[in-house]
């Protein structure tokens, strides 16, 4: 019975690699290179099994840059850093696709309170109502003010959402998501023959984002 423990190699190639080669490669690790390289490590049997695999890297396209025997113990710890660190790599990537999504949805709640408006003004009437001061209440600077604070929030939370981390980030879409919905459903003007469209978009839009943020795992921190 052959007992010889198969030989270590690592073979450089140019450029990054996805990690779906990894089911071409046969359990052989790859590691993403600072540089821009890859590393693909694992066992071979022989010098023939070597060749053939070097032939496989040729066929493919791949630039070789450098073939290098690894001792077991040192492939040993540099697989499982290279799993940690593509396990870190999917969490990042985890975090991102979740601020993205967020960030989405407040574009397209802006967009929809900002139409709301232009698409209200041309009404019959709409504009002169403004100008004459008929709107129902007095529009004294403080409820201007509050009004543009509550109009604000959308076009924060579009900056606000890349940029904090995930459990202030949780919070705030969830608070801001909030404040915006009851700014919409108590603030717009219901006679309207549009109001009751763009609102339903932007609280179907809200519903998503408080989702989203209560969902939000500790695992992707």
């Not at 423990?5 to 450029?15: D, Q």
């Not at 998503?208 to 943020?213: E, P, S, V, Y």
Request: a negative charge.
């Amino acid at each position: 019975m052959n007992t010889e423990m198969p030989t270590i190699y690592e073979i450089r190639v140019e450029g990054h690699l996805s990690p779906q080669w990894e089911d071409w490669s046969e359990g052989w690790s790859i590691t993403l290179g600072e540089d821009g390289d890859t590393f693909l490590t694992g066992p071979v049997a022989d010098q023939a099994a070597l060749h053939g695999l070097l032939k496989k890297v040729r066929d493919l396209g791949l630039s070789l840059l450098s073939v290098n025997q690894v001792p077991l113990l040192e492939f040993t710890n540099q697989s499982y850093r290279s799993k940690e660190r593509m396990n870190a790599s999917n969490k990042l990537i985890e975090i991102q696709d979740r601020k993205v999504t967020l960030s989405t949805l407040w574009v397209f709640v802006m967009f929809c309170i900002a139409y709301a408006d232009i698409i209200g003004f041309i009404e019959p009437g709409t504009l002169k109502n403004i100008i004459d001061g008929n709107v129902g209440f007095d529009l004294t600077p403080a409820i201007i003010l509050v009004i543009s604070l509550f109009q604000a929030i959308p076009i924060a939370m579009i900056v606000i959402t890349r940029l904090f981390r995930r459990d202030v980030n949780r919070w705030l879409n969830v608070v801001a998501a909030v404040l915006t919905l009851l700014y919409v459903l108590g603030g717009g003007n219901w006679e309207s023959a549009s109001y009751p469209v763009f609102a339903a978009l932007e609280v179907i839009a809200m519903l998503g984002i408080i989702w989203l943020a209560w969902t939000w795992r500790n695992n992707e921190a």
